[in-house]
């Protein structure tokens, strides 16, 4: 018999919601209610009459800034040319992040001052071969889709560390890249060598290779060199991250909604920003959300409040339509150990099934001080896990298969079934580090823990050789760029070594 | 007598910025003496917070308004102890350095200075070296506290240490500093006299310095 079933197999993706509709719109009035009545205070003249000749109140100005408040409309005038859809590729195209509602990449975090020393398991300043080799590991992982340094380059000169940065990382990784800078004239290196990169100014508008880092303070202030860079790209094309990180109990209210309240009253100003600068400039607005440890003072990557708001944040800009920076894979662990693994898998799990977009962090440690590539290869397996549930159950008469068991019948078995035979590699999910032996077989391999077999398969990937992927000659072009800068900036430096 | 005392403790302990004060005008109207009330009443219950808090049985808010109770105590008695040319508690100059907003964790140290009897005073952030010596002449602090969230806006740190130096008022101040990118390490680099892990350490290494911890 014939019926109708038009959609009856879609929606296989099971759905994790935090917020319904309406609260997503109360929220989303209350933030207008903030950036109207409260306002943001700006630290940037430039800024500040971008906004004002946009229709903005500008009231208690000092010397160094103004409280800006935003009326109603300019959010709605804003929101209609802010894109829905963000591509960042990677510099041989062979990668492509296309940021929009529910589609998910992962990778790493940046700018961790320490690192845990992948043979000596101690945790240190980390260096530009440290952010190189990290870079190399993020190319390895198949479901690691973006990179951030997971470390500084803390053996360069400190003031100008961003370009060295960049280059450690274009070193190690042809994916694309979430940057971050000292200030414009940062950007402004790192986009002459991704100039280099990929050619010249036209290939870049093709496809930015990489998106920049950006991140006013909460509660409610942009600071000049926020601000000078979020106008430095809108005017140079460069998508950007605009995310503040509000505290629960510190720098937001404590009471989540609160929180969700006012980071999105941040990103909205951003994102009013950067419009009246040139409508259509990509931005891609989310925050690190969380609760600060009321006995530790420590910003919470772990706890299921980050998970939480993370995943509610997503709900709001899916309804805003407007891609998503989320966070997941990471630990308040000092080291990758048990704590690490279980507070990562959780962030990951919550952060696939909402659908957040560019989900990062993967790989930090010790709130954000520490990068970890254990943490990195096992999340890289915990993400695929996701993944497969992501793909859910389809419900068709093939996956049904009632013929199939008609044939198999009562007591029988599967094994041999020619439906088995061709089905089973692409239904059922396979390990990698995941052990699943039997007592006696795990037991003859070493009876390893699973952070034995992560380590050995870090050190492994550490240890593969691979094609360099900068030629020799765009390395010392790239390079020059970064000597450059340091020469301009030497007198800032300390005349003394600073770590390491 | 020392009924007053431990009840002025208490209120410390609960947080009771009410009654607190109105016990310590109670305890003065009783005759005691204003540098009694501090030691047996005011850091006796302060103390008693630490205790509490190290053990995780009082948590950052509950200390702080503890911390807060206790000052409006102590500045009933400001008057009295200056009068007396009691001991000096200590002056902290706080301020986060040239190049960084970030202040959350400077707040924090200075409120738990706060209650550990220290007179703060913050000038607030992005400040610039000049700005932290005319701080020195202006406020003639025992302590200089500079934080930082940034690894590029620490070399800020050194830079101001040095125009310490060069304006001569190195030797009058002792320097501490911390954030989340600084450690030991670093401070000990740049000549610095201190360093706090968290606002907690913060406190008490302000204590040590100034030689009541």
Redesign the interface.
Known sequence: MMVNRNNYDVNATPLFQVLTEDQIEAIYYAALSVLYETGVRV?DKEGVDVAHAGGAIVEETTE?SSLVKVPHYMVDKARATVPSKVVVIGPDRQYKMELYKNQIYYGGGS?T?FTIDPYTGQRRRSTYNDVKNFARIGQALPNYDFHMSLG?T?DTA??T?DRWQYLAMLEGISKPINITA?DIEGVRDQLEMAYIRVGGKEEWKKGPIFSLYIEP?SPL?H?Q?VIQKLLFCCDNDIPFVYTPCP?A???APTTLAGLLVQALAESLFGIVLSQLRKPGSQLIIGGLMSN?D????IYCYGSPEMALLSAGYTDITKWLRVPEYETAGCSDAKIFDEQSAMEGAINIATAGLIGGNMIHDVGYLDSG?TSSMEQMVASNEVIDMIKRILRGIPVTPETMALDVMEQVGPGGHFMEHDHTYERFKTEIWRPQLIDRQNWENWNMAGAKRYGERVHERVIEILETETEPLLEDAMFKEMRRICELADARHKS???D????V | MSQILEQIATGIIKGDLQGVPQLVQKALDEGLDAQQIVQNGLIVGMGEVGKRFKVGEMFIPEVLLSAKTMHSGQELLRPLLAESGAAHYGKILMGTVKGDLHDIGKNLVGMMCEGAGFDVIDLGFDLEPEVFIEGIKTHQPDIVGMSALLTTTMRAMGHTIKAMEEAGLRDKVKVMVGGAPVDADFADRIGADGYGHNAVSGADTAKKLLGTG
Do not use: C, N
């Open positions: 630290y160094r700018d001052p500084i803390q400190v003031g560390y000292v303070v202030s600071s060199e505290l109990g510190a720098t600060m009321m006995l530790s003072t001080l800032e430096e300390l003394m070594k600073m770590f």
